[in-house]
């Protein structure tokens, strides 16, 4: 089934079957929106809200969202949700199989791999590559050119269930390697590293490489830094 809000703004030519496009949402020049995806979802109270109501959901559905923005020359591929209050700049791509929670902002340029998980109340920066399968909880911070390998586990309780929740606020340029976990309420300095399969129990440093469980600094980021080139030098052909 193919639904596109009468309050949207569509300036794109590139919509497949089968989307649903809800509120006042707007689609930028250029943006290839695949089939079964749904953009401007809204959230569950208001699912709550209109239960019972009748039988044309897509209709009650439209009437209470407020919409998303969708950028330009954007890739949004099939099987992806963006619920309502979903900011979105030019040139993101996303995987299949992407959730993208409402109040979440993503820069120009970002990369989300398939499968990921973004639960909302989350600002992500620009040129930010989130490999597949990553878990970003609410209030996570992601400043610009982050790179975060496939597996990465953010969290926000660190006593769960808890009435507290603290986002994990990650610095400009760092790098998060595959299957760490990030406990909540840590901040990654700029530049940082964290090795694959490490546990940050604790605040890294700007510059600083740490790896373990819990993690520990190891180096500085410019032998970090060394070690890739000489990685790729020996790259065959």
Same mark, same amino acid.
């Given at each position: 089934?193919?639904?596109?809000?009468?309050?949207?703004?569509?300036?794109?030519?590139?919509?497949?079957?089968?989307? *649903? *496009?809800?509120?006042?949402?707007?689609?930028?020049?250029?943006?290839?929106?695949?089939?079964?995806?749904?953009?401007?979802?809204?959230?569950?109270?208001?699912?709550?809200? *209109?239960?019972?109501?009748?039988?044309?959901?897509?209709?009650?559905?439209?009437?209470?969202?407020?919409?998303?923005?969708?950028?330009? &020359?954007?890739?949004?591929?099939?099987?992806?949700?963006?619920?309502?209050?979903?900011?979105?700049?030019?040139?993101?791509?996303?995987?299949?199989?992407?959730?993208?929670?409402?109040?979440?902002?993503?820069?120009?340029?970002?990369?989300?791999?398939?499968?990921?998980?973004?639960?909302?109340?989350?600002?992500?920066?620009?040129?930010?590559?989130?490999?597949?399968?990553?878990?970003?909880?609410?209030?996570?911070?992601?400043?610009?050119?982050?790179?975060?390998?496939? &597996?990465?586990?953010?969290?926000?309780?660190?006593?769960?269930?808890?009435?507290?929740?603290?986002?994990?606020?990650?610095?400009?340029?760092?790098?998060?390697?595959?299957?760490?976990?990030?406990?909540?309420?840590?901040?990654?300095?700029?530049?940082?590293?964290?090795?694959?399969?490490?546990?940050?129990?604790?605040?890294?440093?700007?510059?600083?490489?740490?790896?373990?469980?819990?993690?520990?600094?190891?180096?500085?980021?410019?032998?970090?830094?060394?070690?890739? *080139?000489?990685?790729?030098?020996?790259?065959?052909?």
């Amino acid at each position: 089934m193919r639904y596109i809000s009468p309050a949207a703004k569509v300036m794109s030519k590139s919509v497949g079957n089968d989307v *649903i *496009i809800l509120g006042p949402s707007v689609i930028g020049d250029g943006t290839i929106i695949e089939s079964f995806v749904v953009i401007g979802h809204p959230v569950r109270s208001k699912l709550i809200e *209109i239960r019972g109501k009748g039988s044309d959901l897509e209709e009650l559905m439209n009437d209470v969202s407020e919409g998303s923005v969708i950028g330009k &020359n954007c890739i949004i591929r099939s099987n992806v949700t963006i619920y309502e209050r979903v900011e979105i700049g030019d040139e993101v791509e996303t995987g299949h199989n992407v959730l993208i929670r409402e109040n979440t902002r993503i820069g120009r340029g970002t990369k989300v791999g398939s499968g990921v998980i973004i639960d909302g109340d989350t600002i992500i920066g620009d040129n930010v590559s989130i490999q597949s399968m990553v878990y970003i909880p609410r209030g996570t911070v992601i400043e610009d050119n982050v790179f975060l390998g496939p &597996n990465v586990v953010i969290t926000n309780d660190k006593y769960p269930p808890s009435k507290r929740l603290d986002g994990v606020k990650i610095g400009k340029g760092a790098v998060i390697g595959a299957n760490s976990t990030l406990i909540a309420g840590v901040k990654i300095g700029e530049n940082a590293v964290v090795a694959a399969g490490s546990v940050v129990t604790k605040d890294v440093p700007p510059g600083k490489v740490v790896a373990g469980i819990p993690a520990r600094p190891i180096y500085d980021v410019d032998v970090f830094i060394r070690k890739r *080139i000489e990685y790729e030098k020996l790259k065959t052909p």
